[in-house]
């Protein structure tokens, strides 16, 4: 048992699962969750997103620093935006008069951060990475909790939504549960087909992008098929060729927009 005398925090259950508490201090930790099943299941799971997010970007953090992040590179450029700032704010002026089209440029020139299609991948294959490796409960509710499923997520979601049905392409139904995503809540459906593949289905309200084309995506080596459809991303991940994974996320694409 932990010293009674210290109280279990929250920050303390993060620290445990980032390994960052004294050894003793870690045991004593350890004992607690031994007596505690509930709160011993959510710090694996804590353990296993850590884990899965880690390896979903392993291959971005592995990568060399790209060149225009260099610090000094990027000192000189500050030094430069501040004797020509009226070089941005023109730029500026004319992304506002020019629109939609001026805007999307300055978001590609100043760098705002990564379009909708990109975080969408990001949180899919998240996700996905953490979930389908869990051999012990992969999903929160099972197959025959589809229906009760999928009122929960719609509810969250405030967007009727429901499993697509597989079957056809070799790939029964294992269950899904409710994500979470910096966005918000997401749905998430789970297949598994005759080898043990599992392939996942990820459902995201999108803030502010309202249609996207499917497009192949790769985050980390994990492949996937993303799309946003009426403010609604979407996105297939399974370890698959990618033909036969555009051709799993077309089925996906048909059954829901008949859904709605």
């Avoid at 610090?71 to 008069?97: D, G, K, P, Y």
């Avoid at 975080?119 to 909790?145: C, F, I, K, S």
């Amino acid at each position: 048992m932990a010293d009674p005398s210290r109280p279990v925090t929250e920050e303390d259950l993060h620290a445990y699962v980032d390994g960052l508490l004294p050894s003793d201090r870690h045991a004593e930790i350890a004992r607690y969750l031994q007596d505690q099943p509930e709160l011993a299941d959510r710090v694996a799971a804590y353990i296993a997103q850590r884990e899965g997010l880690r390896l979903a970007l392993a291959g971005v953090a592995s990568e060399p620093i790209p060149p225009h992040l260099d610090l000094q590179l990027l000192i000189q450029q500050r030094l430069s935006e501040r004797r020509t700032i009226w070089r941005a704010a023109a730029a500026v002026l004319l992304a506002f008069v020019l629109g939609g089209a001026g805007g999307w440029a300055g978001h590609a020139w100043f760098g705002l951060g990564p379009s909708a299609l990109t975080e969408l991948a990001e949180d899919a294959v998240a996700n996905h990475v953490v979930y389908t490796a869990d051999r012990r409960r992969p999903t929160e509710l099972g197959a025959e909790q589809r229906q009760d499923l999928a009122r929960w997520v719609s509810n969250r979601l405030n967007h009727v939504v429901a499993p697509p049905d597989m079957s056809d392409m070799g790939y029964h139904y294992m269950g899904g549960r409710l994500a979470a995503t910096p966005q918000g809540p997401a749905g998430l459906f789970m297949y598994q087909d005759a080898q043990g593949v599992r392939l996942t289905v990820f459902v995201l309200p999108m803030r502010g992008a309202e249609h996207a084309d499917m497009r192949d995506v790769d985050v980390g080596g994990t492949m996937g098929c993303a799309w946003i459809d009426k403010g609604i991303g979407y996105t297939v991940v399974a370890p698959v060729p990618a033909p036969e994974l555009r051709h799993l996320a077309d089925h996906v694409r048909e059954q829901l927009a008949s859904a709605t």
